[in-house]
């Protein structure tokens, strides 16, 4: 029996950035965390008979997966259920039916580096038990320099996205009363349709700095007002490809330059779980600068909506 945390890797529409990821985490992959679980998308929503992708792509997403893991697990949807179902799907798999410690989660558009799952596993051993850390990944600084990483190569910081991340079971267990809204306002519905409005005046007024109404920015976000922040090496060890997607254009992905992104070859494991007050100084970093970007948004919209003098 497998005692590392399970794996599953989250699926839509994008076949060939699927199979770069699959590639690439096949070549790490040694069973020790038992077979590899794709939870895949459909095309077509139950809800408003909307087609959001190809049932071609769909298809060749499962083939891609089955010829590359034969032992792998598919859980497909028979609809388009949308990406904050599908998580859910997966994290209640393997924290409520298979009761994980933690999961490992990867989407369709990073590569890893030959070092990742091992750091994952490192981390896993280092921040478990008491620590205050909910989530955790290894795809480092996207746009750092080779140099600047073999520099700063044990540093943590804060994570950006939860991109190729583990979660504790414990931290999500805390989460889902302050996630309920979300779910309720999102999850039987399609998921471009959920209520911006009413997401963000509920977790604002509730001292929830939500900046986005994404899964992902919620998520954050409720994880930091639990006092527990996702934590990232500095040095690079995952390549974004995602230059087309629900969240990105490939002008946007150029403009980012994520193109230019370098992984750091070699690891090194001198790493430290950061002190207590580490931890709160991230929390408030977190926290003031999702205040401070709201105001400003805010601030931006009134200029914007005053009348213009005569």
Same mark, same amino acid.
């Given at each position: ?12 529409n ?13 070549a790490?992959d ?88 091992r ?20 795809y480092?600084?996207l746009?750092? &320099?080779?140099?600047?990483?073999? *520099?700063? !190569? ?5 994570? #950006? %996205?939860?991109? +190729?991340? @583990? ?18 306002? &999102?999850?039987?519905r399609?998921? *471009?349709? !959920? ?5 963000? #005046? %509920?977790?604002? +007024?509730n @001292? ?20 527990r922040?996702s ?25 980012h ?54």
């Open positions: 029996m497998t005692t590392k945390p399970p794996i599953a890797v989250m699926s839509f994008r076949p060939d950035y699927l199979r770069q990821v699959l590639v690439s985490l096949a790490q040694d069973g020790s965390h038992g077979p590899i679980h794709l939870f895949q998308d459909g095309a077509v929503s139950a809800v408003s008979g909307k087609r959001a992708a190809d049932p071609d792509d769909i298809e060749q997403c499962v083939a891609i997966f089955s010829a590359i893991f034969p032992n792998g697990i598919v859980h497909q949807s028979d609809s388009n259920i949308g990406v904050a179902q599908n998580f859910l799907n997966a994290e209640r798999l393997f924290f409520e039916e298979m009761q994980a410690e933690a999961a490992y989660f990867f989407e369709d558009d990073m590569i890893l580096s030959p070092y990742y799952l750091l994952l596993d490192f981390f896993y051993e280092m921040y478990r038990g008491p620590k205050k850390v909910g989530y955790f990944a290894a480092g600084h746009k750092a &320099t080779s140099a600047d990483q073999i *520099k700063r !190569r044990t540093e943590l910081r804060r994570l #950006a %996205h939860h991109w +190729g991340f @583990g979660l504790f079971r414990h931290h999500w267990l805390e989460m889902q009363p302050l996630m309920q809204v979300f779910y309720d306002v &999102t999850l039987g399609d998921y *471009k349709s !959920r209520d911006h409005d009413l997401i963000r #005046a %509920h977790y604002r +007024g @001292g929830i700095m939500v900046g986005v109404t994404s899964q992902d920015d919620v998520k954050k976000a409720v994880s930091y007002a639990l006092k922040p934590l990232n090496t500095f040095a690079t060890y995952g390549r974004y490809i995602g230059a087309t997607g629900l969240h990105m254009t490939p002008e946007a992905f150029e403009r330059g994520y193109k230019l992104t370098e992984w750091l070859d070699g690891v090194d494991f001198g790493f430290k779980h950061p002190t207590d007050a580490q931890i709160e100084k991230m929390v408030a970093d977190e926290v003031a600068g999702r205040r401070a970007n709201i105001e400003k948004q805010a601030a931006e919209a009134a200029a914007k909506a005053a009348p213009k003098p005569a």
